[in-house]
């Protein structure tokens, strides 16, 4: 995606975002010699309520914050240093747990599901497995595109310098793939020692971590069972509030929305939550929503956004969704579209659709 790019937003009303990272980044701003004061009234917040352990800040004045710091600091380079200041000790609880996890395997894990808590504007992914681990990030709001490329390149340091912290060694060598295009400061990734670098190399917005190792065998110095399970309970219990505060299914509807490659189950969003998949789903059915038809919606739009793109054929795009074949694809789009997929794409007068459109009840 390029630099000049902005993420729709999925959701609906405003944002909030832990200020705590933020405070960190004012920190970096203050030995920079800068007059943090003056960052801080352009993104209205104050120097005392940024600082707060539970403060919180709308992605707008997140927007105003980084577009100051740079104005001030007139270094692009500026989300490189906010990413080294970054520890595990950021991450409240999250990081408490990751540091009492067993191996670096369970940590990332941990850091994947409850990644909400860190920050609920971007979705982690962590695969691993055959001796091969993933990590990617992925914004799920809109922003910017100075937001974005400061986001995921203070997140691309962070989880390096993070990860250095957790195995207490040097980070095994790994692939850096971003969507923004080369930054004119990109020699100072040679910082983030064994990564091969590249920009521009990831179709969605976002930033990708490739490992030839699994860390399923790098035990931790401070694994403890019990503090462990202790900051998990409290990190379940976070995780639910926060969805609380909002309609289960729309969290549901984002979440199935925005997953790139295969789409969540029932079971997998409900472990999220720590709840069971009967129970979601009957917190889905108190809305007059569920799971089987939020998902067909979210199948059905991704399915138009194929279409009007032009890149795949008709079989690519049933294999990309998940079908069998062709033939069940094209019953499944002709039941919500009322034609076969093919005449709807042929068709001059179909509305014009994006990945992040709202999706149509049937």
Known sequence: MPASASVRSPAVGAVEVPARYYARAAEVLVRQGVDVARVLRAARVSAERIGHPDATMRLDQVEALVAEAFAQ??????????????????????????????????ALRLAARFFKLIMPTFRMRYRAGGGQAEILFQPTVSMSALCLQFHLEVVAAATYWELR????????????????????????YAELAGARVHFGREAAPGVRMRFDTDFSTDTLALSDPTSLRMAEARCNTLVRKAVAGGRVSDWVQMMLRESGEGMPTLVELAHTLNL??????????????????????????RALVLLEAGELGITEIAYELGYSDAANFTRAFRREAGVAPSAWRRSPRRPAVTAASEPTRS
């Open 276 to 301: 069971s998949p009967r129970t979601l789903d009957r917190y889905l059915a108190r809305e007059g929503a569920g799971f089987r038809q939020l998902q067909r919606e979210a199948r059905h739009r």
């Open 165 to 188: 912290e957790l195995l207490e060694k040097r980070v095994p060598p790994y692939e850096l793939s971003f969507s923004i295009a080369e930054p004119v400061h990109a020699a100072r």
């Open 73 to 106: 600091t007139g270094r692009a380079d500026y989300s490189l240093d906010v990413g080294r200041a970054l520890k595990l000790s950021s991450h409240s609880l999250l990081g408490y747990g990751m540091l009492s996890s067993p191996t670096a395997d369970y």
